[in-house]
C-alpha cells in the first residue's frame, strides 16, 4: 500500500523536552515538506526537502530542525526552543519539487502539557 | 514576499448555490496552482489543479481559472452539496521549490 505515513498520530510533552515526529513515504518522490496547521492560520512552511541530505528553512523554522539521511524519510525534532509547540503537523511529499502534486500525511497531533 | 493570500476565510452558501474562493500569488515565475480540500479530521487532498499555459479547467462540479497578469486563481463549485463543506486551501510555487498555501477558507453548505 503505498503512501506517506505519519505517526505517532498523538503526542504529548512535557515542556523543556524534544520530541521527533516521523513521516515516511514510499512514493519514491524527491521532495518532502514539514506544515505546521493552527486554526485561522493555514498550513504554514517548516521546513522542506528536495533531494537527500539537502534541505531549507520555510517560513517558521526557528525551534525545529529536520534530516533528510534517506528518500524515504524526512523526521521533524521539535525543540525546547520552540515557544509555543502544540499544533498539528503535516508531512507532505511530491514527485518533484512544488509543480507537482503533494501528498499529505495524516498528520501528528502534538500537545505540550 | 512569498505570499499566497486567499479569500474569504469563511463561505456560507445554500445547497444547490455556487461558491467561488480567491487567491492571489506574489512569485510571477509560478506556473502551479494546486487547490486542496480538508475535511474535519483528515488530511489535505488534490481536487483540482491548473498550469499555467491555460486559463480554465473543469472537473465536473469545480472548475478553476487563472489569470496571470494579475496574479490571481479562483476555484469555482457549482450546485454545492452538504459534503462540500470543508476548508479549502490555495498553493503557490515559491522560487520553484516552496509550496505555499493560503491561510484556507471554511465552506459551510447549509441544507
Known amino acids: 500500500d503505498g503512501g506517506i505515513t505519519q505517526s505517532p498520530k498523538y503526542l504529548f510533552r512535557k515542556e523543556g523536552q524534544n520530541v521527533t515526529l516521523s513521516c515516511e513515504q514510499n512514493?519514491?518522490?524527491?521532495?518532502m515538506y514539514w506544515y505546521r496547521q493552527d486554526p485561522g492560520q493555514g498550513l504554514r512552511l517548516i521546513y522542506y526537502?528536495?533531494?537527500?541530505?539537502?534541505?531549507q528553512k520555510g517560513d517558521i523554522a526557528e525551534g525545529y530542525s529536520v534530516s533528510r539521511e534517506k528518500k524515504e524519510s524526512f523526521p521533524l525534532t521539535v525543540t525546547s526552543a520552540q515557544k509555543n509547540p502544540t499544533a498539528f503537523y503535516l508531512c507532505?511529499?511530491?514527485?518533484?519539487?512544488?509543480?507537482?502534486?503533494?501528498?499529505f500525511g495524516q498528520g501528528t497531533r502534538l500537545t505540550v502539557v | 514576499g512569498e505570499n499566497v493570500e486567499q479569500h474569504p476565510s469563511t463561505l456560507s452558501v445554500q445547497e444547490g448555490d455556487s461558491a467561488v474562493i480567491k487567491c492571489t500569488y506574489s512569485d510571477s515565475a509560478s506556473n502551479y496552482f494546486p487547490w486542496y480540500k480538508q475535511e474535519l479530521g483528515k488530511r489535505p487532498q488534490l481536487i483540482i489543479d491548473?498550469?499555467?499555459?491555460?486559463g480554465e479547467k473543469k472537473d465536473q462540479r469545480i472548475a478553476v481559472t487563472l489569470n496571470k497578469t494579475a496574479k490571481h486563481f479562483s476555484l469555482h463549485i457549482t450546485e454545492t452539496q452538504p459534503e462540500d463543506s470543508a476548508v479549502y486551501f490555495c498553493a503557490a510555487p515559491y522560487r520553484r521549490d516552496k509550496l505555499v498555501f493560503g491561510a484556507g477558507t471554511i465552506l459551510r453548505v447549509k441544507s
Open positions: 526537502s528536495q533531494i537527500v541530505n539537502d534541505f
Open positions: 491548473i498550469r499555467s499555459n491555460v
Open positions: 507532505a511529499s511530491s514527485r518533484q519539487g512544488s509543480n507537482t502534486e503533494a501528498f
Open positions: 512514493l519514491n518522490h524527491d521532495a
